[in-house]
T-cell receptor
Framework: DGGITQSPKYLFRKEGQNVTLSCEQN?????MYWYRQDPGQGLRLIYY???????QKGDIAEGYSVSREKKESFPLTVTSAQKNPTAFYLC?????????????FGNGTRLTVT | GENVEQHPSTLSVQEGDSAVIKCTYS??????FPWYKQELGKRPQLIID?????GEKKDQRIAVTLNKTAKHFSLHITETQPEDSAVYFC?????????????FGAGTRLAVHP
């Protein structure tokens, strides 16, 4: 189905390496978000972007970076500075009318760092 | 900042029984309360939401109630079916923050046994 595509589904990296997670959407949504999901915890916001070339830190931005060069794309880089990077990462998007549409999530990327 | 607590963390019911999941929030200015369902290995999906000017909302077997005075809201699932088995997340946010200020509960794993 159309919507948000995250790739890859599973990602393995060695400690100390940066890794970039892909997120692409074809919903023509202006706003995009990255969440982290850990067992027993809710989704926590890492970064969000409400318009191209602009993004803001969420609640747990340390050790992460993003870019928003195109409306359709919002890649997330997990840097070596992130102390506990192993997690399930979810990308989401919405239209910018605040409550015009719910969060549309991608299928997620499970990152394992050893 | 806003904090959302969700209970129980796990819930096991027999098919046909009702299930209730409760959430409390700390910020009295919160006025939007969505519920998401995440099946195993899949993306979270919005199942129902409620705004603070409404006390209850129903959609077939699912209902959400909101008590603004007590700052809690609940998800009610009647006549549960095995396909209701999933993790359910509540969330809260306040205008004009929108989705970038959405705070999630830790989730409830619901198991419906045939």
């Amino acid at each position: 189905d159309g919507g948000i595509t995250q790739s890859p589904k599973y990602l393995f990296r060695k400690e100390g390496q940066n890794v970039t997670l892909s997120c692409e959407q074809n919903l023509n949504h202006d706003a995009m978000y990255w969440y982290r999901q850990d067992p027993g915890q809710g989704l926590r916001l890492i970064y969000y972007s409400q318009i191209v070339n602009d993004f803001q830190k969420g609640d747990i931005a340390e050790g992460y970076s993003v870019s928003r060069e195109k409306k359709e794309s919002f890649p997330l880089t997990v840097t070596s500075a992130q102390k506990n990077p192993t997690a399930f990462y979810l990308c989401a998007s919405t239209s910018t009318g605040i409550f015009n549409s719910p969060l549309h999530f991608g299928n997620g990327t499970r990152l394992t760092v050893t | 900042g806003e904090n959302v607590e969700q209970h129980p963390s796990t819930l096991s019911v027999q098919e046909g029984d009702s299930a209730v999941i409760k959430c409390t929030y700390s910020d009295s200015a919160s006025n939007y309360f969505p519920w998401y369902k995440q099946e195993l290995g899949k993306r979270p999906q919005l199942i129902i939401d409620i705004r603070s000017n409404v006390g209850e909302k129903k959609d077939q077997r699912i209902a959400v109630t909101l008590n603004k005075t007590a700052k809690h809201f609940s998800l009610h699932i009647t006549e549960t079916q095995p396909e209701d088995s999933a993790v359910y997340f509540c969330a809260a946010s306040k205008q004009p923050g929108g989705y970038n200020k959405l705070i999630f509960g830790a989730g409830t794993r619901l198991a419906v046994h045939p």
